[in-house]
């Protein structure tokens, strides 16, 4: 090198022994840059690719399914008057929380006033009929007395004591008869009583009153809706579900069939329509007779608590509830799943440390799983990462996976 530097450092007139640190320089740059360059990745053509892997394991798994549905009253009573006039008060506050009998309307009371007035003066006068005929039945006995033994002494001829006995059965006929005109006086006054207390239009349940329908000044009838009254705590929620879920519900009642007495055995969650999940429990407390012909659906009613009239009638939500309980069931995270013409397909890691694609049954699913119906056992290592690289019969390296896609895959670990 110093030769062939020479003659070059003559023609140009310059040392050549400066050049020879430079070259040296360069020398080792290339060699330290060739020194390090990276090794061949492990993942490579001729490496494992790491990949990670769930263990799935048999448990028992509750599969639950969900329904539309629609909120309503648990009681819904519509108010209509009771008596005849017109309105000429409102004592509620429209959409406000009214107690059982409390007072929601005020009918003009004059009328029925008058009535009960009257109603009382015939009762007074058949009263005083009753003492009237009273005392005629006291001097009728008095006759019947003081002529018998006059009668039996030939004093006085047996006709006249004849007609003392019947004028004193015709004055008891006559005290009945006057007590009778009494208890329909009686009556008469209760009933005035009753229609005058009707102008009072009262709640017959407790729960939250609507808007009025009918204004202050309107001549109203037993025909008038004036507003309604809906129980709201608890609440119902119906939804309809089909002769399968209905008969898997069957089935968790342990075939008593009586879903009514299945409470704790069947708690439903209600979703609502912000997609949060309601925080009480529910229970059914309806079944309808029959499945419906044209839909192959039955109707059932659930009951909701419902404290701080949160739930209100006509607000829609999604009911879940458990159906049925699979044992020795596998669950796979979704993640893992690939769907290739119409076939679902998961890679498993084999004991040989190569990646096996295994084409599986997949039931309904279950939050961030898939319930297999077959084609994996309990204790395949199932890959969920780097799938896209993966082929049949690729060398893999597994490892655990991170515990949330872990605790996905295993119930158990839940």
Known sequence: MIQWLKPAAEATGRNPMKWIPAASLLILQAALLTGCGKAPAPGGPQGALPVSVVKVEASDVPVSNEWVGTL????????QPQANGYLIK?????????AKGQILFEIDPRPFQAAL????????QAQGQVLQAQAQLGLAEINVKRDTPLAQARAISQSQLDNDVQQKAQTEAGVQSAKASVAAAEAAVENAQLNLGFTHVRSLITGVAGQATTQVGNLVNTQSVLTAVSQL?????????SDSEYLALV???HGSGDLLKSKTAIPL???LANGEVYPMKGSIVFVDRQMNAQTGAIRIAASFPNPNNILRPG?????????QLRHNAVLIPQVAVQELQGLQQVYVAGTDNKAHLTTVELGPQIGANWLVEGGIAPGAQVIVDNLQKLREGAPVNPHPAPATVASAGNPAGR
Do not use: C
Request: glycine share 10%.
């Open 72 to 79: 309503d009253g648990y009681v819904n009573a519509q108010i």
């Open 117 to 124: 007035d009257q109603a009382k003066g015939q009762l007074a």
């Open 251 to 253: 089935q968790r009642t």
């Open 233 to 241: 705590n608890p609440i119902k929620v119906y939804f309809s579900i």
């Open 315 to 323: 607000q829609f939500g999604s009911v879940r509830g458990e159906t």
């Open 90 to 98: 409102q004592t509620y506050r429209e959409g406000a929380q009214v």
């Open 269 to 271: 969650t209600l979703t």
